[in-house]
């Protein structure tokens, strides 16, 4: 690809100087050098330095019986810059606690990685085309959790 259409900005943006397209995906590559594409680098969680990736958090997430859907997002935090929170769908509402939620975490994830809020919730936020809007979770979480201006960017790494 030489680059987007009359888009001289997106393309310097996403073409290095080697002609390397960066999409933003990040990927494994298995022994075979075959590619497995594991998430996207905007919606990494760098809290005190460290990377997260949510993707991670989710599949452990999704191990629970009652879940029905996750999404694992960052939130602004004035010590660590961005603190973990999982938005949880229930498979029948009120059927887990947080406390219950976090214990469970707890028990198998490194404690680095066990979110410091959860929340249940009825959906997420989509697009027209079905894709969930993690920048509108974050705001809308950062808002309720009164973290706006906490210190910390409410669209996240590469915002």
Request: proline fraction near 5%.
């Amino acid at each position: 690809m030489k680059g987007y259409y009359k888009m001289p900005q997106a393309t310097f943006d996403t073409i290095d100087a080697a002609g390397w397209l960066h999409s933003g995906d990040l990927a494994c590559r298995d022994e075979d050098g075959n590619y497995r594409i594991t998430g996207r680098l905007k919606d990494m969680i760098i809290r005190g330095g460290e990377n997260i990736y949510p993707k991670e958090i989710e599949e452990f997430i999704y191990t629970h019986p009652q879940t029905k859907d996750v999404q694992v997002i960052g939130v602004p935090d004035k010590k660590y810059g961005e603190e973990i929170m999982a938005c949880i769908i229930l498979k029948e509402p009120g059927s887990v606690t947080v406390e219950e939620m976090t214990a469970y975490i707890k028990a198998s994830m490194a404690r680095h990685k066990v979110p410091k809020y959860i929340s249940f919730v009825d959906s997420f936020p989509m697009n027209a085309a079905g894709k969930i809007l993690k920048y509108k979770m974050r705001e809308d979480a950062a808002r309720e959790l009164g973290l706006v201006g906490d210190g910390a960017d409410t669209a996240g790494p590469g915002k």
